[in-house]
């Protein structure tokens, strides 16, 4: 087995500041994902990466960046928070041999 | 783009009822996933198909093999510990990674 961890679980932030999420597993998986949850939607590609310092882009990247600095590590920075930036973001993770996704707790983010 | 309709949008049940949630794909899937996401926002992996049915206890989960247009999931003698909100996830294929695109969830509440 292994854990999803992501931190911080809460994020409150000043509008125009830039934030960071961080998430780490211990699977070994090579890929990793950032979505991002609005109140009662589902879930939203941010970012994706395959394997260490690669970044693809998801459907909601404009307005992020993300960096993978080692294999279980994804980062992901909201460049400059929004008021409407007040959501759930979710990191999962899988192993590109099996397709499962795993996610970790998430980071509930707040802008005032 | 691809997108994945998923119904009811919410669902109350009494104990001991069964009931199914369905998702459509408006174009042919790799996969689909289901997941529960709980009070606290944990998601939960409940299914990985790509084809075929899966059974787990109560819960049972149906990839359509022909089309691969819909997934189903039914829940049976449903418990108040079941309540929360259901997602499904389908994998177009192609590209790189696994990249789901999630419906909009059912909010499922089980009364006593």
């Known amino acids: 087995g292994g854990i999803i961890t992501q931190t911080p679980k809460f994020l409150i932030g000043q509008e125009g500041q830039k934030l960071t999420l961080k998430c780490q597993q211990n699977?070994?998986?090579?890929?990793m994902y950032w979505y991002r949850q609005d109140s009662g939607k589902g879930l939203r590609l941010i970012y994706y990466s395959i394997t260490e310092n690669d970044l693809q882009k998801g459907d909601l990247s404009e307005g992020y960046d993300a960096s993978r600095e080692k294999k279980s590590s994804f980062s992901l920075t909201v460049t400059s928070a929004q008021k409407n930036e007040m959501a759930v973001f979710l990191c999962?993770?899988?192993?590109?041999?099996?397709?499962?996704?795993?996610f970790g707790p998430g980071t509930r983010l707040l802008v005032l | 783009g691809d997108q994945v309709e998923q119904s009811p949008s919410a669902l109350s049940l009494h104990e001991g009822t069964d009931s199914a949630l369905r998702c459509n794909f408006t174009?042919?899937?790799?996969?689909v996933q289901w997941f529960r996401q709980n009070s606290r926002g944990s998601l939960i992996s409940l299914f990985y198909?790509?084809?075929?049915t899966k059974e787990n206890g109560r819960l049972k989960s149906a990839f359509d093999s022909k089309e691969r247009r819909y997934s189903t999931l039914h829940i049976r003698d449903a418990q108040l510990e079941d309540s929360g909100t259901y997602f499904c996830a389908a994998e177009a294929g192609g590209g790189s990674g696994n990249k789901l695109i999630f419906g909009t969830g059912t909010l499922l509440s089980v009364k006593p």
């Open positions: 198909l790509a084809s075929g």
């Open positions: 174009t042919t899937m790799r996969s």
């Open positions: 699977f070994n998986h090579d890929t």
């Open positions: 999962a993770s899988s192993d590109t041999n099996q397709d499962t996704q795993y």
